[in-house]
C-alpha cells in the first residue's frame, strides 16, 4: 500500500515508473520480431553500437542534451546496422560472427573515446558513463513525455505495417514472390529496434539494453503460437518488469532501478522457460512422465 501511494504521489518514482513502462512495453513488442527473426544478437550490437555516437555526439556538439546524445546514438547504431548489412553481403563471414565482430569494435571504440574524455582536465564530459548501465533516477518528466512520443510513434507504425512485417518473419521467401519489397522491410524493423534501444539507453544503458529487448519476448513466446498474442504479452510482462523493477528500486537502499528492471525481465523469461504450459520445461518433463505411466 505504501509503494502504491509513493506511486502516485512521489514525483520521482512516478516519473522512472512511467518512463520504465513505455520502455518495456516498447521492447517487448520489437523484441518479439527480434526473436522470431532469430536475431536476438542484433540487439545486443545496436545498443553497443550506441556509446561511440553518444561520445561524438558530446565531442562534436560540446552538449549532454539528451536529444543531441540520443541522436548520435540513433545515428551510431543506424550506421553499425548498415556495416552488418554490408558484411554479410560482402563477405564470406555468417551473421553471428558479424554481429560479435561489430559488437566488439563498436564497444571498444565507445570506451576508448570515453576514456580519453574523461582524462581531459576539465569535467564537462561528467556523467556521460551513465549511459554505460543508465540512470533511471535521472530521468524526467520532459523525458519521459520524449519516450512516450517516440513509444507511440513505433507502435503507430508497428501496427501500420503489421501484415507485412508478420509475412517478412515467417515467410520472407513468399514475401519476396509476391512483390514485397523484402529487404526494405527487414531495415524498417531493424530501424524501428534501433529507436527503442536509443529510448532505453538512459534507463539500462548500452550494456542491459539487449536483454530488456529479448527477455519480454522471450517469456511470451513460451505461452503463446501466435504472433498478435505473443506480442501483447511481450508488451505487458516488458511494461510489468519495468514498473515493478522502479518500485523495488524505490524500496530498497542504494538498489539500481536500471539493472533491477532488467533482473525482473529476466525472472519473468526464467518463470516462463520452466513452467509455461506446453513450452516450458518442468511442464514437458511433467507430460511426458504422465505419457509413460499411462503407457
Known amino acids: ?21 513505455v520502455l518495456g512495453a516498447v521492447s517487448g513488442v520489437l523484441g518479439s520480431f527480434a526473436v522470431l527473426r532469430r536475431q536476438s544478437l542484433l540487439g545486443d550490437t545496436v545498443s553497443h553500437a550506441a556509446l561511440p555516437g553518444i561520445v561524438l555526439a558530446f565531442m562534436l556538439g560540446g552538449s549532454k542534451a539528451p536529444l543531441a546524445l540520443m541522436l548520435g546514438a540513433a545515428t551510431a547504431g543506424w550506421v553499425g546496422t548498415l556495416l552488418l548489412l554490408a558484411v554479410v553481403r560482402h563477405s564470406r ?26 582524462r581531459r582536465p576539465d569535467s564537462s564530459q561528467a556523467g556521460l558513463d551513465r549511459f554505460l548501465f543508465g540512470q533511471a533516477a535521472g530521468l524526467l518528466a520532459s523525458d519521459v513525455i520524449a519516450l512516450a512520443a517516440v513509444g507511440a510513434l513505433v507502435l503507430v507504425l508497428v ?40 529510448l532505453g539507453l538512459q534507463t539500462v544503458g548500452v550494456v542491459l539494453m539487449s536483454s530488456m529487448l529479448i527477455a519480454p519476448a522471450v517469456a511470451a513466446r513460451q505461452w503463446t503460437d501466435r504472433l498478435g498474442r505473443m506480442v501483447g504479452l511481450a508488451a505487458l ?3 510489468l518488469a ?24 529476466s525472472a519473468i523469461a526464467l518463470f516462463s522457460v520452466l513452467l509455461a504450459p506446453h513450452r516450458g520445461l518442468l511442464w514437458r518433463r511433467l507430460r511426458a512422465r504422465r505419457l509413460e505411466v499411462e503407457s
Open 242 to 265: 519495468g514498473v515493478g523493477g522502479a518500485l523495488l528500486s524505490s524500496a530498497v537502499e542504494k538498489l539500481p532501478a536500471g539493472p533491477t528492471i532488467v533482473l525482473g525481465a
Open 93 to 118: 563471414l555468417k551473421e553471428d560472427s558479424a554481429l560479435a565482430l561489430l559488437l566488439s569494435v563498436f564497444f571498444g571504440l565507445g570506451l576508448m573515446l570515453l576514456t580519453f574524455l574523461q
Open 237 to 239: 510482462f516488458g511494461a
Open 159 to 198: 501496427l501500420a505495417l503489421w501484415k507485412s512485417f508478420k509475412l517478412v518473419t515467417f515467410d520472407p521467401g513468399f514475401a519476396a514472390s509476391i512483390g514485397m519489397r523484402v529487404r526494405a522491410l527487414e531495415l524498417a524493423i531493424t530501424w524501428l529496434m534501433v529507436l527503442a534501444i536509443v
Open 1 to 21: 500500500m505504501r509503494l502504491l501511494e509513493s506511486l502516485l504521489f512521489d514525483y520521482t518514482l512516478r516519473t522512472i515508473a512511467l518512463g520504465s513502462l
